[in-house]
């Protein structure tokens, strides 16, 4: 499923993107053009995408979303300093 231009987010993505300072055009990058994506390890139904964020002298941002549905369902995002260096 290609449709990274539609998805929603759900109320906590909404919260956590404005807390964390992540604009919603990042996400839509990230998922437009994920360096790796991964499976959820206890939801089948999810996915994380994983892509550096350039203003954020390439932080690495981690996308979880379903794309089983249309439009995709954004669950969170955040920094993930695990991946730091590694993408």
Same mark, same amino acid.
């Given at each position: 499923?290609?449709r990274?231009?539609?998805?929603?987010?759900?109320?906590?993505?909404?919260?956590? =993107?404005?807390?964390r300072?992540i604009?919603? /055009?990042?996400?839509? @990058? %990230? *998922?437009?053009?994920?360096?790796?994506?991964?499976? #959820?390890?206890?939801?089948?139904?999810? =996915?994380?995408?994983?892509?550096?964020?350039? /203003?954020?002298?390439? @932080? %690495? *941002?981690?996308?979880?979303?379903?794309?089983?549905? #249309?439009?995709?369902?954004?669950?969170?995002?955040?920094?993930?300093?695990?991946?730091?260096?590694?993408?």
């Amino acid at each position: 499923m290609d449709r990274p231009n539609r998805f929603q987010l759900t109320n906590h993505a909404s919260v956590v =993107l404005r807390e964390r300072d992540i604009p919603v /055009e990042w996400v839509r @990058r %990230v *998922l437009a053009r994920p360096r790796i994506r991964l499976p #959820d390890a206890e939801d089948p139904d999810l =996915l994380h995408a994983l892509a550096p964020i350039a /203003e954020r002298e390439d @932080r %690495v *941002l981690r996308v979880v979303y379903n794309e089983t549905i #249309d439009p995709w369902r954004v669950v969170t995002a955040y920094f993930d300093r695990s991946w730091r260096g590694m993408l």
